[in-house]
Structures are given as structure tokens and as C-alpha cells.
């Protein structure tokens, strides 16, 4: 996918999703901004990558003056940022009685707030340039209700953000701003890697396609709405679940 002369934000980008993101647009010879909180493995990325390639800036998408900050800085560094891509996430996994106030609010604020919060900042730029492409990373949970992994404090944050993703496409298009979300379910990542046996098996058996997704396969995905290839799709909420949903 061609990222040529683009500057692409991806939040999460040192790990998991995010890492296979960053990858490809860097492959379509964009440039991409990595904004993590771990700054070890986006400086290991960078460097492997290539120094020139990619940018590392640390946030903590929990903390929404510090996105603002950041972000600001950003823009000036860059002039314009062409694609957002929204990848960071925490999962939580309590039961329901178990959830605490804290726990909630956590998730909530890095995966839902944190997400209004980076779009907000990078908005009005995009709008002035009559140009922008954000994709946002839900989850199968913020349709079904959780049940793989994530319970209900994530799968609320990710339902949250597929109607944001839709406010955001529904208001940005005259702007020429583009919103899409898309919606993984298991993927063989660092936050899905201590899973125990049993509770993998238990998960894949309800997969259709029989097995979780690579890193690749979920990003592809991403790439494409985040390229012009999909200029004419925006508000869109993409299942790449292997098939569990297919909710039409
Ligand atoms: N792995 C799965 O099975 C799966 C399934 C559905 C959805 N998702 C979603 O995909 C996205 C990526 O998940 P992943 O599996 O690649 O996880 P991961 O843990 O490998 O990567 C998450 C990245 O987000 C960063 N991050 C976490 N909290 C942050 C914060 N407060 N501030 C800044 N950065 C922060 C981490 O440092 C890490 O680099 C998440 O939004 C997750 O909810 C994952």
C-alpha cells in the first residue's frame, strides 16, 4: 500500500498490532510517528526500521493533557499529518462483580478518551487540509459483549469507540476526513500471549476459521482503510475476526 509522502500517526506502535502497522506503512515508504509509552521497544523499532523512517514520541494515552501537549508538538514538527491510526488498548478481564471503579475508569480512559482525545487534537489540522484518514482499532468484544478475552469494561470502552468512529466519519466528511474502525478478535500478540491452553483452545473453537490472526493479517486490513484505496468508505465497522461475527 502506498504511504508516499505521508505522515502517519500510530498509537501503539512499538508492540503487537500497532508494531505490524508501523511496518507496513513504512514498506509503502510512509513516514510513521510512533507514540508509545514504551519507549525501549519503539526505539528498538525505529532502529531497525531504519532511523529516518519512523519518529518515536512517548505518551500515555491515559493522560489526555498529555496527548494534547504531545500531539501539538507533533504537528509543528511535522506540518501536517496525513493518518491517525488508533492501536494502543489495554484489556481487562475481570468479571462483572469484580470490576472496580479504578479498573473501569482505566480502561475507559486509554481506550476510549484516549482515542476522542488524539483524534481531537489532530482534527482541525485535517480539516484545514481538507485531508485526513483515521482508523480506529475496536474489537469483536465492543460488538458481542467481550466473551473472548476482554469483559466488560473493555468491551463497553470498544463499543464506545465504534459509535465515536461514526460520529467522527459522519461529521469529518465534508472535511474530507475519513473514519473507519476495525474490529480483530483473537490475535497473537504480547496482550493475548498469557493465555492458558485451555482457554486459547476454548476461543479458537468459536472461530470459525479455526485459529487466532497474525499480526499481519489484522494490519493489512488497517493499512488499506488508512490508504486511498478506500477513499470512498467512511463509518465503517470492519469484522477481521475469522469470522465470528458476521453481523452484515
Ligand atoms: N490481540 C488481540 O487479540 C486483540 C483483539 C481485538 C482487539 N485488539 C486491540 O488491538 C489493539 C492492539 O493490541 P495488541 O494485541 O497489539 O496489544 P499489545 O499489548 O501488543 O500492544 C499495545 C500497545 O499499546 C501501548 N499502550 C498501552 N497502554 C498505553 C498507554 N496508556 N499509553 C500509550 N501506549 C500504551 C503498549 O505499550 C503497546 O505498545 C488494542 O487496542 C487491542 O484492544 C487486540
Known amino acids: 500500500m502506498d504511504f508516499s509522502q505521508k505522515n502517519v500517526i500510530v498509537t501503539g506502535g512499538a508492540s ?3 508494531k505490524a502497522v508501523v511496518k507496513g506503512i513504512v514498506e509503502g515508504e510512509g513516514h510513521a510517528i510512533i507514540v508509545d509509552l514504551n519507549m525501549e521497544a519503539a526505539e528498538k523499532l525505529r532502529q531497525e526500521l531504519g532511523e529516518t523512517r519512523s519518529s518515536v514520541y ?26 491517525l491510526i488508533n492501536c494502543a488498548g489495554i484489556v481487562s478481564t475481570l468479571p462483572f462483580d469484580q470490576v472496580t471503579q479504578d479498573e473501569w475508569n482505566k480502561t475507559i480512559s486509554i ?17 484545514e487540509n481538507s485531508y485526513g484518514r483515521i482508523v480506529n482499532v475496536s474489537s ?6 467481550g466473551g473472548l478475552l476482554g469483559t466488560s469494561a473493555y468491551a463497553a470502552s470498544k463499543a464506545g469507540v465504534i459509535g465515536l468512529t461514526k460520529a467522527v466519519a459522519r461529521e469529518g466528511a465534508p472535511y474530507g476526513i475519513i473514519c473507519n ?10 496482550m493475548t500471549s498469557n493465555i492458558n491452553d485451555e482457554k486459547r ?4 473453537s468459536g472461530i470459525p476459521l479455526g485459529r487466532g490472526a497474525s499480526t499481519d493479517e489484522i494490519a493489512n486490513v488497517i493499512n ?4 486511498d484505496l ?12 475469522g469470522g465470528i461475527t458476521m453481523d452484515g
Open 181 to 190: 474502525a476495525i474490529c480483530p478478535s483473537l490475535t497473537m500478540t504480547p
Open 58 to 83: 512517548k505518551v500515555d494515552l491515559g493522560d489526555s493533557n498529555e496527548i494534547r501537549t504531545v500531539f501539538g508538538q507533533i504537528l509543528k514538527d511535522f506540518g501536517q499529518i496525513h493518518v
Open 140 to 145: 469483536v468484544a465492543g460488538k458481542i459483549g
Open 111 to 127: 481506550n476510549l478518551t484516549g482515542v476522542f482525545t488524539a483524534i481531537s487534537a489532530i482534527y482541525p489540522s485535517m480539516k
Open 16 to 18: 503487537g498490532i500497532g
Open 230 to 241: 478506500a477513499s470512498f468508505v467512511t463509518g465503517e465497522i470492519s469484522d477481521v475476526d
Open 201 to 204: 483452545k476454548k476461543i479458537i
Open 224 to 227: 488499506f482503510y488508512a490508504s
